[in-house]
């Protein structure tokens, strides 16, 4: 794309301008360079629509708060703090040119009321993933119902064989100029052309598939790339995948939002996973080797002698990737010590042995009052 002027500067205005500084220097600048001063004066009509793009703009505050954002890239990531955008080889600056330049049309005569070629929707599609498809990315498939150009007039809206015509009103300019006389003299006011909307351009003769809207309904089945690391509360952004604008307006974006199915092993924390192994009471004693799960598959896990319960075993990078492709979280095994049940009479006999072994007394004395505790501080027992 051509680098463009910076709107501030097409003007002549600073950043800090007031909408009253913007119109004044609009109106200045359109005076000038209007094409009816400036018959077939090519370079003049450039500077004309330059002019009114930038005014466009600025002088519409929603507009001009996107631009003093973005510039003329327009939004990348307008959704989450994490969007990844997965372009389909147009950005949103080329967009930007049809959008509010004059490059969309408008139905002619019979719509003078519809509004001029718009934006399509941006659309909303959701995906399921398992904890495994997160570790390692995934490809999808969604299907959704949206609008596409329409093939028989490609989006322009008008018939077959027909051609928007460029506006006897405004002479394809978009904006005309009224002269007023007044008390104070002559004024020259510019505004929107009211036949062809500020487009230029008016279609006579509609295209029938479409209604005039250069867009049709359809199904469409989208592959989607979700990359390893997303989380429910990321979102997936695929450019020029939403609804298709009106007559040759840009098209809108999808957004795709993944969410993350409970895992019956895991539990996810960031990029870490956490899952809980139960070993018996004397492999925790003695010290044992175990099969771990992990995202892919079992993993032999050296338990050392006297593991406690609640120990945590750490394998670093058997957790998620980060999605933004640094690094990966760690496997944390939180061992639980499972207590024997259902003793045989043998093991009762054994495990009573094993307690008198280590001296202990297995119904626990009752707690000694204050008065004896202190009784025996002072006979040194
Ligand atoms: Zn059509
Ligand atoms: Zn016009």
Not at 42 to 55: H, L, R
Request: hydrophobic share 30%; glycine share 12%.
């Amino acid at each position: 794309m051509a680098s463009k002027r910076d709107y501030y500067e097409v003007l002549g205005v600073p950043r800090s301008a007031t909408s009253d500084e913007v119109k004044k220097a609009y109106r200045r600048l359109a005076r000038t360079h209007h094409p009816d001063v400036n018959r077939h004066d090519k370079a003049a009509e450039e500077k004309f629509k330059e002019i009114n793009e930038a005014y466009e703009i600025l002088s519409d505050p929603q507009k001009r708060g996107v631009y003093d954002r973005f510039g003329h890239s327009g939004p990348s990531g307008g959704f989450g703090q994490a969007d990844f955008d997965y372009g389909r080889g147009f950005g949103f600056g080329d967009i930007f040119d049809v959008f509010f330049g004059s490059g969309g049309f408008n139905t002619g005569e019979a719509a003078r009321e519809r509004p001029i070629s718009q934006r399509g929707t941006d659309l909303r599609a959701d995906v399921e993933l398992t904890l495994e498809e997160v570790a390692t990315g995934a490809e999808k498939t969604v299907r959704l119902s949206r609008m596409e150009t329409c093939e028989s007039c490609t989006g322009s809206g008008a018939a077959p064989g027909s051609q928007p015509e460029t506006c006897s009103t405004c002479h394809g300019a978009g904006q005309v100029r009224r002269q007023q006389t007044g008390f104070f003299g002559t004024s020259i006011t510019v505004g929107v052309c009211p036949r062809c909307h500020g487009e230029g351009r008016v279609i006579q003769n509609p295209c029938k598939e479409c209604g005039g809207d250069g867009r049709v309904r359809s199904t469409a089945k989208i592959e989607v790339k979700v990359p390893a690391g997303v989380d429910s509360d990321n979102r997936v952004r695929l450019s020029g995948e939403g609804d298709a604008g009106i007559r040759g307006g840009p098209t809108g974006d999808l957004y795709v939002f993944p969410h993350v199915r409970q895992h019956p092993i895991f539990e996810r924390r960031g990029n870490d996973i956490w899952c809980e192994l139960s070993v018996s009471f004397a492999q925790a004693s003695l010290g044992a080797t175990v099969e771990a799960s992990t995202l892919d598959g079992k993993e032999k896990l050296h338990l050392a002698e006297g593991t406690q319960s609640g120990e945590v075993y750490r394998l670093r990078d058997r957790g998620i990737p980060s999605v933004n492709g640094h690094g990966k979280g760690s496997l944390n095994v939180a061992i639980k010590v499972e207590t024997p049940t259902k003793l045989s009479g043998e093991e009762r006999k054994l495990l009573q042995q094993f307690a008198d072994m280590r001296g202990e007394n297995l119904d626990a004395e009752p707690e000694k009052s204050f008065f004896e505790k202190v009784k025996d501080a002072f006979s040194g027992r």
